[in-house]
């Protein structure tokens, strides 16, 4: 059996190079969208069906996981998220590449959640924070160096060599898991687990809470990828690789934050880390519409990733505290499917707002609703048992 820093490290890189994929083409996809003659809406649509199809895998997959194991699903989906990748750059309307997205959706529901509930399986009890901060730097990193590559890929030599290029890292990340990650047997001590997921949100308040905040962080981090590239290459007129320098800083900054953003989860109470990191959220997205120049923007992307490294490592080293009570499958198969949920209603509603009143007020929006979620997650973890961190 390959030791737990050998299978993190898999796991990491793995993760990586499927997200420098993915990153790839993030700012490109709203222009690539609007080029096939998609509305508004009908942009909110297809960003929302790779989430919808997501939220609709990850349960079932979750649950399954924790009795057969991480590996062959993990390995699956990134196959099949390689294959699929291919079909960006052969759609030829919205409607294809609507459908593109909605299917390697259903393969994303196999890929990161089952990769953090991996990481809940090796996580040493009080060290949850340090191994989901490390674990997320791989995930922002290779996530927010694509941009800078995507944008130099699209300005050069076109956006569909952009899409093969998420292709060809996404098998490179196959390879790597295929090979190296080990399978069923890291995962046995823990299978006998298996509680209902309507059992799991009725007895846990903490699962409720982390639900809900997950839920409307996720919805504005969709309405902000959705139509930041918009907004700034529309409204500001900045170039792809500009777009793309915005949104690598932004994540950049976040991985790079999250690994002591996971050694403060670990030391101090992760429900006020959670809520801190999303107030500052709230203010820089209400922030970004009164912005007229790239400088402006760049800051307010430097301020909020920096916060929100805060945030997710406390929250997911929460839902890795009652994974162990419930499923960890089963509890980041949740808690991943809020994240889908909120990507898919976030550009849904930011595309109706954008198209009836404009595309500064989505990101208002945006604001109101995770500060709607904010103040439901302390509702709910506020009488959190104590002698547990928060």
């Not at 190079?17 to 790839?24: A, F, Q, Y």
């Not at 060599?161 to 990340?173: K, S």
């Not at 903490?206 to 918009?230: D, M, Q, S």
């Amino acid at each position: 059996m390959r030791s737990k820093k050998t299978i993190f490290f898999i796991l990491s890189l793995s993760i990586f190079s499927s997200m420098l994929g993915v990153g790839i083409i993030s700012p490109l996809l709203p222009i690539y969208t609007k080029t096939l003659g998609a509305t508004g809406i009908q942009l909110g649509i297809i960003f929302a069906g790779f989430s919808i199809a997501r939220a609709i895998s990850m349960p079932v997959i979750g649950k399954t996981s924790d009795k057969y194991g991480r590996k062959i699903f993990i390995c699956i989906g990134l196959f099949i998220y390689a294959i699929m990748s291919i079909g960006y750059a052969l759609s030829k309307t919205a409607f294809h590449l609507g459908t593109v997205r909605f299917l390697q959706g259903f393969a994303a529901g196999m890929i990161m959640p089952i990769a953090t509930a991996y990481i809940g399986d090796i996580a040493p009890k009080g060290r949850e924070g340090t191994y989901m901060g490390y674990f997320y730097v791989a995930f922002f990193l290779g996530f927010g160096s694509g941009p800078l590559i995507g944008g130099f890929l699209s300005d050069y030599f076109g956006m569909r060599t952009a899409f093969y290029t998420m292709g060809g890292f996404n098998f490179l990340a196959f390879v790597f898991a295929f090979s190296f990650l080990p399978g069923i047997e890291v995962h046995r001590q823990r299978n006998n687990i298996s509680i209902s997921y309507t059992t799991m949100i009725r007895e846990s308040k903490v699962i409720k809470g982390l639900f809900t905040f997950r839920f409307t962080n996720a919805l504005a981090r969709g309405i902000f990828a959705c139509f930041l590239p918009i907004f700034a290459g529309i409204k500001l007129g900045l170039s792809g690789s500009e777009i793309g320098i915005l949104i690598s800083t932004s994540f950049l900054l976040n991985g790079i934050f999250q690994a002591p953003g996971g050694r403060l989860a670990d030391r101090f109470s992760r429900r006020r880390l959670v809520m801190l990191g999303i107030i500052v959220d709230i203010v820089c997205l209400s922030l970004i519409p009164l912005t007229n120049s790239f400088g402006q923007l760049l800051t307010i992307c430097i301020v909020s990733s920096a916060t929100r490294a805060l945030s997710l490592p406390s929250a997911t080293a929460m839902i890795a505290g009652e994974g162990k009570k419930y499923g960890m499958g089963s509890s980041m198969g949740i808690f991943n499917m809020a994240l889908s949920l909120g990507m898919a209603s976030g550009p849904l509603i930011g595309g109706l707002v954008s198209d009836s009143i404009g595309v500064k007020f989505s990101f208002y929006f945006a604001a109101g609703a995770e500060l709607v979620g904010i103040l439901l997650f302390a509702v709910f973890t506020t009488q959190r048992a104590l002698g547990v961190k928060k």
